[in-house]
């Protein structure tokens, strides 16, 4: 990137209206950044130019008519590809969906569109959305912007790293286990895991059901809120969002945080965590007294259950919901000479490695003889860890945690033992469980430049607080520390 | 071990994937290892408490009628999709989906 300063919503709004560059020009100069640093980066799975510069010049019009421009007016975005685009090619970083093109839009992505925003095109993830590395992308890893020869974390890698390497303005990514949190926190930029339920999952391509969520990447708090207000809301395609009034998000970010009571759980900072990204964690924290924050200390007893209990419901829902991908209707379809042959087949060459571990695993927890001693077991406990969470919110106003165990690890470095890969999640996954929200926030970097991710979780619904408290932490020089 | 590999091969059948021998081997470990680490979850009680199978009722309020007026009227609405569909379906014969031979006589 170039020494000036990165583009913001806010940026990008007060150039068109000033007629400074045109929305038009503003993709151009996106994709031709796209253009030098795709290749080394593999953000990009498909680019849309043709829809970009068709939004682009929509904008432009109602600029010189005068207009008053929707809120994320012409703002070059990227949407990652487990979200369905209409007309545009949506794999899920998958074989199986190399050719598919939606016909519709996801809500998130129409609503985006309709506020105003250029999709500059499709991002690369984990394949379904499952991983941690994006490493289990059938087209290939990509690489940190902060650090080629490391992970950008996954699942929704391919969106963090546009944003941090400054080739979108923001992003869409999905959290299900931690995939918007963990990689924000491995590229140094804020992204944002929505109450369940605050998002339609409308036309989001589903892994587990129960967990899923999409949110925004952005290079700051104020577009990170942007964003969520344009994608929030009641869908009726989605009987479970949720009825609950959107606030203006932009207007509570100014908020004092004074007084707020923080509750600091002792169960993230055991084994495991990574020195030094827990003395920058308790930087954090320290700045967030610094401001007026109450820090309270927390026990959240069955934190140290979440993994376990994540990895049987997650693949127990992945098994079903995957279980569509039959070549039948849409998709890889491969040769076979009966129906159950022509599946097995299609399934065997379309899916990748942890794809069909995670199925093998929903299948065995869910199959006759297993399903009380697992997947049972575990929807019981997935009852105690959000109790953990409504507990705590009897005495505290938000939840600060460190996002992950550790930095961004090397390439390659944990994909021979899932299980290693797994208990990355050791920190996300509790929120994730509990249905609540949690935004991850650059709180500097190590000693080796590696940036470190400080998480704020809140009660259900309540983002506008969240928003609130990473600003006052982005405002205080938290991102820096 | 948790789990033979005369069950890795009924799990790969339930779910229709034809693995190779080398998968099996390797899925057999490595099930292993995740069963082995999620049995901690044996160590909890919890014979008294609910199975959380809804996520959104108890996020946006205890009176579940009240916040999820999303329960809407099941009433018919246009949908014009088939032939956007059909057309990117691996094989289809309006209005039909055309798979291998199901029935053998």
Redesign the interface.
């Known amino acids: 990137m170039s020494g000036a300063a990165p583009w913001t919503i806010a940026g990008v709004r007060a150039a068109l209206a000033a007629k400074k560059i045109s929305a038009r020009e503003l993709a151009a100069e996106f994709y031709s950044r796209i253009d030098r640093r795709n290749a080394e980066l593999n953000a990009y799975l498909t680019l849309s130019p043709e829809r970009a510069y068709a939004q682009a010049d929509r904008i432009d019009a109602a600029v010189s008519r005068g207009e008053t421009l929707p809120p994320l007016a012409g703002v070059p975005m990227a949407i990652k590809d487990v979200i369905s685009t209409r007309g545009v090619r949506t794999t899920c970083a998958s074989k199986m969906l190399e050719d ?2 939606p ?2 839009d996801a809500t998130a992505a129409e609503r985006l569109e309709r506020a105003g925003a250029v999709f500059l095109g499709k991002t690369n993830c984990d394949e379904f959305a499952m991983g941690g590395s994006n490493e289990n992308s059938a087209y290939g890893p990509v690489r940190n912007p902060v650090a080629l020869d490391r992970v950008p974390g996954g699942s929704s890698g391919g969106s963090a790293a546009a944003v941090a390497a400054g080739l979108a303005v923001a992003a869409l990514g999905t959290d299900t286990g931690g995939s918007i949190r963990q990689p924000g926190a491995f590229c140094g930029i804020p992204g944002l895991m929505p ?3 605050r998002v339609s999952r409308y036309g989001l391509v589903a892994f587990a059901s ?2 899923d969520k999409i949110g925004p990447f952005a290079g700051n708090v104020a577009d990170i809120a942007a964003v969520t207000a344009a994608i929030a809301g ?1 869908d ?1 395609y989605d ?6 009034p959107v606030p203006d998000y932009a207007a509570g970010l100014e908020k004092p945080v004074q007084g707020l009571r923080i509750g600091v759980p002792e169960d993230y900072f055991g084994k495991g965590l990574d020195p030094e990204v827990q003395e920058k964690i308790h930087a954090g924290i320290a700045l967030l007294e610094r401001l007026g924050c109450r820090r309270i200390p927390l026990r959240m007893p ?1 934190t ?2 979440a ?3 994540y ?2 419901i997650a693949t127990a829902e992945a ?1 079903s919901n995957l ?1 569509r991908y ?8 491969a040769p ?10 299609t ?2 060459r379309g ?1 990748g ?1 942890e794809v ?2 995670r ?3 929903g ?2 927890v869910l ?1 006759a003889g297993y399903y009380d001693a ?1 997947y ?9 860890i ?1 109790r953990d969470f ?1 507990d705590a919110f009897e005495k505290v106003d938000a939840i600060i945690t460190p996002t992950a165990p550790t930095t961004a690890f090397r390439l390659g470095e944990k994909t021979a033992d ?2 290693q890969m ?1 208990l990355a999640d050791v920190y996300t996954v509790t929120g994730s469980l509990a ?2 929200p949690g935004i991850s926030v650059p709180c500097g970097k190590t000693r080796a430049g590696l940036p470190v991710g400080l998480q704020i979780f809140g009660p ?2 309540s983002e506008e607080r969240v928003l609130q408290i990473a600003h006052a932490f982005e405002a205080a020089g938290g991102f820096s520390l | 071990m948790k789990i033979s590999r005369e069950e890795v091969l009924r799990v790969a059948e339930l779910a229709h994937l034809g693995l190779s021998p080398e998968e099996i081997e390797t899925y057999g470990r490595q099930l292993d290892d995740i069963l082995a680490y999620v049995d901690k979850l044996k160590a909890l009680d919890v014979t008294n408490v609910e199975p959380m199978t809804q996520v959104l009722y108890p996020a946006a309020g205890a009176d579940g009628a009240e916040s999820h007026p999303e329960l809407r009227e099941d009433t018919l609405r246009p949908s014009d999709v088939a032939d956007a569909v059909l057309a990117r379906a691996p094989e289809a014969e309006k209005p039909f989906f055309r798979v291998p031979k199901v029935i053998d006589r």
């Open positions: 598919y093109i016909p519709y109450t369940y339920g129960s967990l009641h009726t009987s479970t969002s949720a009825a609950v069955h140290d259950y993994i376990a209990t990895y049987i098994s279980a039959d070549g039948v209707r849409y998709g890889l379809r076979g000479a009966t129906l159950t042959e022509m599946y097995r087949q399934r065997d899916f490695s069909k571990r199925i093998m695993l299948t065995y199959s697992y049972l077991r575990a929807q019981r406990v997935r009852a105690l959000a409504s899932p299980l797994y249905g609540v259900h619904f």
